[in-house]
């Protein structure tokens, strides 16, 4: 199948940027969903019931959009991104309208892996329209505000989750979805023109079932390793077998397709497979780690919820600061070979320091260490899709750009699963030794605030040094992660970007 060979559609500077507007109005959407519903759910579980079932709110959304995000993003390539993109902002809407107005648990989940497969597909146009909108160099820069959006909705979504939930109703949690994706809507129609792809596509339907179902074990393997089950259970053991055979059976399959859903010639370019190596260790480490920080804050430093999400601040801060600074660097120079080794060294310099923390530590010093961290994880972040579009051809486009969101949610999921399981299994030993007269909080019951309030004094000061301890382990086993992707990124070439013209 062939492509238009134009780069850009022939559109105004102000079209082009209230298309981008658009855009971003798509991430703050897709974004703030996956952070607002945290403090909405214990509610959510008082009006519908089903608490056995309530991880499913969260792992159906995670699953649809794992599954949709590489598939989304070939298909653009081969329809065109303008219908993906108003097909994802469409069924985001309407899996959130359903979703507000669910009568059960049951029903709430099922919408949920609506607003997941739509967040897929939002996900990954907005990096792939972003590089039919702009050049080379110009997009580096637009790119990088795309971590401005994260950062926003990790701080702001707890805090407009809990307001909405406490002064309205958990419904409309999902309900402010909606004028933010009516709006998105009607500014793709109104400035969105992007030139068709010509040729008649043909569909990798074995591509797609062999990746959907790889992703679907890959993603149940680490939501319940650990948690609902054991990590020596038979089911683990089944999904990581199936994960494997399932992947390796894709990988097989996509040599002899003629349209795959991850082209094999792409991994043929040493900086596409860089900048998905790096993306994967950086999903690992830098959101991986995020997720723990407020745990840290609350069990070892007495932090609330509320305060304990606000204490990550300095780590947004820092990686919104490194997105940006990156993103003005590559439009200036067209030079980019050197920011990922860069934010692999940084990280691990931010995951050494914060192995230090203990009981002790000032919450300034705490936040100047999640700062470096940040600061690390933001040099790369945008960057490494930048990387890949430049060494894929404009046909695969879409397929390059998902396939490193791909790796990073690929990485992050990994790392939460492996990150969480050392966290538990180094508590309990620490706490087993530590705890005085044998009495032993469990790990679920010591992670909660209200909980550890109960506790005798020298009971709660035990259970604290072991957390302590254990999350000191936890960033230890990020390092030679992040120094993997470290040697991953000193392979990277040095292939300026062009100011301008169609790369073909």
């Known amino acids: 199948m062939s492509v238009s060979s134009g780069r850009t559609a022939p559109m105004s500077r102000r079209h082009r940027l209230a298309a981008f507007g658009g855009l971003m109005l798509a991430g703050l959407m897709s974004s703030l969903d996956a952070t607002v519903l945290s403090t909405a759910l214990p509610t959510i579980v008082g009006d519908l019931g089903g ?291 860069a934010s692999m060294a940084l990280s691990a310099a931010g995951a050494a320091l914060l192995a230090t923390m203990d009981t002790g530590t000032h919450m300034v010093t705490a936040g100047c260490y999640m700062a470096l961290l940040g600061f690390g994880a933001g040099l790369s972040q945008q960057v490494v899709v930048l990387i890949a579009q430049n060494a894929a051809p404009h046909r695969d486009l879409g397929a390059a750009s998902s396939g490193v969101f791909a790796a990073r949610m690929l990485g992050t999921a990994a790392g939460m699963a492996v990150f969480g399981g050392i966290v538990a299994s180094r508590f309990a030993e620490e706490i087993g030794r530590r705890a005085p007269g044998g009495r032993v909080p469990a790990f679920d019951d010591a992670v909660r605030p209200d909980v550890l309030a109960t506790l005798p004094g020298p009971v709660r000061d035990a259970v604290t040094e072991a957390f302590a301890a254990a999350f000191s382990d936890l960033f230890l086993t990020a390092l030679p992660v992040l120094l993997a992707g470290l040697a991953a990124a000193l392979l990277l070439r040095d292939v300026p970007l062009r100011p301008r013209g169609p790369r073909t």
């Open 51 to 341: 608490l056995d079932r309530i991880a499913w709110v969260s792992t159906a959304y995670v699953l649809a959009t794992s599954v949709t995000v590489p598939l989304s993003g070939r298909l653009g390539d081969q329809f065109g991104r303008r219908p993906v993109l108003l097909i994802g902002l469409l069924g985001f809407l309407a899996g959130s309208a359903a979703c507000g107005a669910a009568p059960s648990m049951g029903w709430l989940i099922a919408f949920r892996v609506v607003q997941g497969a739509a967040a897929g597909c939002l996900m990954s146009s907005m990096f792939a329209v972003t590089g039919d909108l702009f050049e080379p160099r110009e997009r580096a820069k637009y790119q990088g505000y795309s971590a401005l959006i994260f950062a926003v909705s990790s701080v702001a979504g707890p805090l407009i989750g809990g307001l909405l939930t406490g002064h309205a109703s958990w419904r409309w949690v999902f309900y402010v979805n909606l004028p933010l994706g009516l709006a998105a809507v009607a500014t793709t129609v109104l400035f969105l023109r992007l030139p068709a792809p010509e040729g008649r596509p043909r569909i990798d339907y074995p591509g797609i079932v062999l990746l959907g179902a790889a992703l679907t074990c890959f993603t149940l393997l680490t939501s319940w390793a650990g948690t609902r089950y054991a990590w020596d259970s038979p089911v683990v053991a089944g999904l990581a077998a199936g994960s494997v055979l399932l992947f390796g059976c894709w990988l097989l399959a996509e040599r002899t397709a003629a349209e795959p859903v991850v082209p094999p010639r792409l991994f043929r370019d040493r900086s596409f497979a860089v900048a998905c190596a790096v993306a994967a260790a950086g999903g690992a480490t830098g959101f991986g780690l995020a997720t723990y920080l407020p745990m840290f804050f609350q069990v070892v430093g007495g932090a609330g919820a509320a305060r304990s999400g606000l204490l990550v601040l300095p780590m947004m801060l820092g990686l919104v600061a490194a997105a940006m600074l990156a993103g003005r660097h590559i439009a200036r120079t067209g030079r980019y070979h050197r920011l990922p080794a």
